[in-house]
């Protein structure tokens, strides 16, 4: 009938899982989700999506959302109305702040909310309370490579499209799970290595499913891979096989950097990576023959104390062999997380206002000063990793969370939940009751992407849009609202925002990065890459003009490689850790789903067929890895997929058990990204009662 038909609703939304950033249609009734559709309008994906884009929306109408904000008393919380909550917020805040000062707050973003509330977040950390200390999720996984990108090239993101990746003649990832973390890039790398004779390389200490279908594997002693970037470059320098012109045009350093890479002789990069020669030489003379080369790297290559020089090392191949600029060319580091790219580029990072502008800076500080009405905070803000212990310090009273289940991802679980007891007040703005949410004070219940208008920036530096399907559920409410209504009880002028379309304008004003962002251009399917200039121009290919350094040139840096995996006699053996195709990190979202929990249920630890003869370990043997941090319990699964002491074990766990309890203090140590692929252990068989 007519009624039912009307009741039923196609709405354009974007996934909420990966950074890849797909785009479909939903099908709504109500609150049941129906199908989702994939377009062929959609930029990055076309018809194509994953299981989780597909069919990991069940979380939406789980029983276990929060309905009604929550306020502590002694161990238990009561539900409140908005009006309380928030007015209790209000009066604690600025009683902190009355006593301790602006930098005695921390907010932490998410990087599944929106672009509009991203900036919000930081905008109640810098005009409301008065502290550059916001930060969100990309300290704990991609910052190295954006320290890389912008210390070679100038921007912190994607040189190109998806579409370039699709239309290299050679590929190669190192460090990165594409097919299990990163679906989608990864069926368009599949599809091109098939049909169109695509080469493809896979550097990694795992051999996934990727390696298993590359034309060369490379498998590097763990915490080795930048190395092994250094010795085939200089290989690529003594066979003359790099491109002079591009050089001279282009870059500078050369010189120094050719000099810098002199120790790395093959022979003494297979003595540190254990890597043959000849692969190496295989792998130079595929770079040598390819008219354009993408390189893909992921968390394998930043969550090292080597993250940043690493990912400075793949940047100077690129240059080297002139690999940027071109269609098909370029560095791509994937982004984890579906907004973990629009929540640095709209500001929530502790050194950078929105479009990456330093708040130290006289002419941006006069700008925003200008539309903000108030000076900006001036004072260095710190990061997510400096946190736990800025509190037990003393110098963190508060902190405000939106959307981050900190408690469990911190590298060190333990110091953060010890950190969060000690604090005067804790604000945790959620859609689930997680571990880190019954620390809090206050928990505010907050709407998904599906309940909300907004926008995204996925890895390519896209900017979609998504559009709302169905009303949040219950009392929840979209984060930007209860942000505005956070700064007007702490008295804050802000203009009143109406739709998300209104915070856009005003980031878009401040923010050259962003100038001609404007919903109208996002209307749909359409969507904008930045930088956008003024008119609306779009940037699917970055550094065509210039590169994004004050002399337009891009810079080869050289770095300091510690190189090595931290393996001693007592702990024996490397862990290393990552994503199933089914999950999604530590799987709040994708446990909600019937299905998907039925295909992997637990957790387990891959074992090499080496190391299970040696320890007489069977599938299934009960085991436990014991950390300098902590230790986990699991069964054994024996598989080639690693070798010799490298074990692998995934991120999906939910409660105990959890991969981060024994991950260790071990950081990068230009961004403080933890290293957690770097977790030394030794093992002890579980007796089986
Ligand atoms: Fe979502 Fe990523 Fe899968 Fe695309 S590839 S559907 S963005 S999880």
Known sequence: SAMRKSRIKRTKTVCTYCGVGCSFDIWTKGRQVLKVEPSPEAPTNGISTCIKGKFGWDFVNSPQRLTQPLIRRGDAFYEATWEEAYRLIAERMLQIKKQHGPDSFMFIASSKATNEEAYLLQKLARHAIGTNNVDNDSTYCQDPATYGLRQTVGFGGDSGSVSDIAQADMVMIVG??????????????????????????????????????????????????????????????DQDWIDHDFLSQWVTGFEDYKEFLAPYSLEHTRTITGVPEQTTMQVASMIHEAHSLSILWAMGV?????????????????????NFARPGTGAYPLRGHNNVQGASDFGAKPHYLPGYQDPADPEVRERFKAAWGKELPKTRGINNQELAGAILQGRIKMVYIVGEDTGLVDANAEEARQAFEQLEFMVVQEIFLTKTA??????????????????FVNTERRIQRIYQAMEPLANSRPDWIILQDMASHLGAQWPTYTHPEEIMAEA??????????????????????????????????????????????????????????????????????????????????????????????????EVSPELAHERNLQDGTMVRLVSPTGSLTAPVLITDRVSGKALYVPMNSLGEGAVNNITGTGIDTRTSTPAYKETRAYMEVVDPQ
């Open 438 to 455: 019954q620390y809090a004070d206050v928990i505010l219940p907050a709407s998904p992407s599906l309940e909300k208008d907004g926008t």
């Open 176 to 237: 990165s799970n594409t097919a299990e973390s990163h679906p989608v890039v990864a069926t368009r790398v599949k599809r091109a290595h098939k049909l169109h004779g695509q080469k493809l390389v896979v550097v990694d200490i795992r051999r996934h499913e990727m390696a298993e279908r590359a034309d060369i594997f490379v498998q590097p002693n763990p915490g080795t891979d930048g190395v092994w970037i250094l010795g085939i470059s200089k290989y690529l320098i």
């Open 302 to 322: 930043t969550q090292h104390r080597d993250g940043s020089e690493t990912s400075l090392a793949i940047a100077n191949l690129l240059l080297l062999t002139g």
């Open 508 to 605: 878009a004003r401040l923010t050259p990065l962003f100038a001609g962002v404007t919903y109208e251009r996002l209307e749909g399917y359409r969507s904008l890459q930045w930088p956008v200039l003024e008119d609306g121009t779009d940037s699917p290919l970055l550094y065509t003009q210039s590169f994004h350094q004050p002399d337009g040139k891009a810079h080869l840096v050289a770095l300091t490689m510690s190189g090595m995996s931290q393996v001693d006699a007592k702990y024996d053996l490397h862990i290393n850790n990552g994503q199933l195709l089914e999950h999604f990190h530590e799987g709040n979202m994708t446990y909600q789903s019937a299905g998907i929990r039925h295909v992997v249920p637990g957790m387990f630890v």
